[in-house]
């Protein structure tokens, strides 16, 4: 570059270096304002020393204003100090910074439409040295990290930003949205598009409603009170009573939303109370409730809804002798049945009337075999009257008179086991009775007897 050249240009920087002196940066703090104003005033003193200054000493004056500029943009992001710090980070050639300076500062709010103009076309002049990245996001506002995530944020999008040629990482964030992440390639004298559509985080929802019916959410079921985790957009929230229409809830989901709570139970205890009907059944012991075939639930103590008319209603336990019954529900019945189930007959007395009655079998063919060996020999006895006769009718008397004692004992036990065993033979009873069955808003009184 010519002497001539040199002189123009530092005439020209000062020109313009005076005319940012007047405009000093503004700060929302009077303590804020006076350091970053201090700060740009020494660094327009290094950087018009530089104009006078030729080699190393023209360097450490340019790198001392820079220094003071970027120092000044911590506190306050002033368009005059990014200006002029462009214009410093230009003359020590430090492209990538030079730009970077100037598209903040085109930026800026409130900027002159003449200062715009001048700002861009230095802009563009820039543009053939460096490597730019162009660099967008849907939303749009997303904070840029380019190759370090430990450095402030570089930006928000949509952004242009000047980077040494090679391959870079870029990370994007917006509240409410997934991080995204990125690599790409820039060339000097090439503007190179970056893009990224972010993913809205989830977001907490609660649904309210009772317990006992089938809620699901977006077609799946979900628990009622638990917390799900949803991603942003529309979703369906549907409560479906027996015997009554499905409640349905459609809602939308926005990134970054508070957790949502969406309330399904005062509905479904309006509902419950003009349609349909309620049925409490406490058991003891703990039970398996079924209504029609279908187990509506299990416990000491189970809450299920009914269809208007009549059903069939059993309650069992295992051990336990079943209880069956049937009732008839009218419109907005609420109903309690209290069930005491009796333990099944047990096995204890099993073996003993086991071999009672072997015992008795056996019995039975000794009866008839000494009854007819006394007869036989007592026919003998009446025909030869021998002593020997009678020795055998005397024998066989005594085994007859033995086994029908047996016969009598055995048969004489068995009813003893046979009347113990009744009376373990105990049926299961169900009641209904006067009693508040708990509803949403007080509680409904049910008057019934015995079933």
């Not at 303590?31 to 950087?47: I, M, P, R, V, Y």
């Not at 989830?202 to 409603?209: G, H």
């Not at 703990?286 to 103590?301: E, K, N, W």
């Amino acid at each position: 570059m010519r002497w001539g050249d040199r002189r123009a240009r530092a005439l020209a920087f000062v020109i313009v270096l005076v005319a940012l002196i007047v405009g000093a940066p503004r700060a929302v703090h009077a303590d804020d304002t006076a350091e970053a104003g201090a700060l740009f005033a020494s660094g327009n003193q290094h950087l018009q020393a530089a104009t006078r200054l030729r080699g190393e000493r023209r360097t450490r004056e340019l790198e001392a204003a820079l220094a003071d500029y970027v120092a000044s943009l911590r506190i306050v992001r002033s368009r005059n100090v990014l200006f002029n710090a462009s214009l410093a980070a230009e003359l020590l050639e430090r492209r990538e910074d030079a730009f970077n300076y100037l598209f903040e500062y085109v930026g800026v709010a409130g900027l002159s439409e003449s200062d715009r103009t001048e700002g861009t076309r230095r802009l563009d002049a820039l543009r053939p040295q460096v490597a730019v990245l162009a660099i967008t996001s849907e939303p749009s506002g997303a904070e840029v990290w380019i190759d370090r995530r430990d450095l402030a944020a570089r930006g928000r999008t949509p952004l242009e930003y000047a980077v040494a040629a090679g391959d870079h990482r870029v990370w994007l964030r917006a509240s409410g949205y997934r991080d995204a992440e990125t690599q790409v390639t820039a060339t000097v004298g090439t503007t190179t598009p970056v893009s990224a559509t972010l993913e809205g985080a989830p977001v907490s929802v609660q649904v309210l409603a009772p317990p006992d019916l089938r809620l699901t959410l977006d077609g799946q079921p979900i628990t009622a009170g638990a917390h799900v985790e949803i991603a942003p957009g529309t979703h369906v929230v549907r409560l479906e009573p027996e015997g009554a229409a499905a409640i349905e809830r459609r809602f939308e989901v926005l990134p970054g939303a508070a957790p949502m709570v969406i309330d399904l139970a005062t509905a479904a205890a309006g509902l419950a109370r003009r349609e349909g009907a309620l049925l409490l059944v406490s058991s003891e012991p703990p039970a398996r409730v079924m209504v029609d075939g279908l187990m509506v639930g299990g416990g000491a103590q189970v809450r299920a809804p009914v269809t208007t008319g009549e059903h069939e209603i059993v309650v069992e336990a295992d051990g336990h002798s079943p209880y069956t019954t049937r009732h008839t529900f009218a419109m907005g019945d609420r109903r309690e049945l209290r069930v005491s189930l009796a333990p099944e007959r047990g096995d204890a007395l099993l073996a003993p009337r086991i071999v009672m009655g072997v015992a008795g079998g056996l019995s039975t063919i000794a009866v008839a075999t000494t009854a007819i060996g006394w007869f036989v020999a007592d026919e003998r006895w009446d025909s030869a009257h021998t002593e020997e006769n009678a020795d055998e009718t005397e024998a066989w008397a005594y085994a007859a008179w033995v086994s029908w004692g047996v016969a009598g004992a055995v048969i004489a036990t068995e009813i003893v086991l046979l009347i113990a065993d009744g009376r373990s033979d105990e049926r299961s009873i169900g009641e209904l009775v006067v009693a508040p069955v708990p509803v949403e808003g007080g509680a409904v009184l049910s008057v019934g007897g015995r079933l």
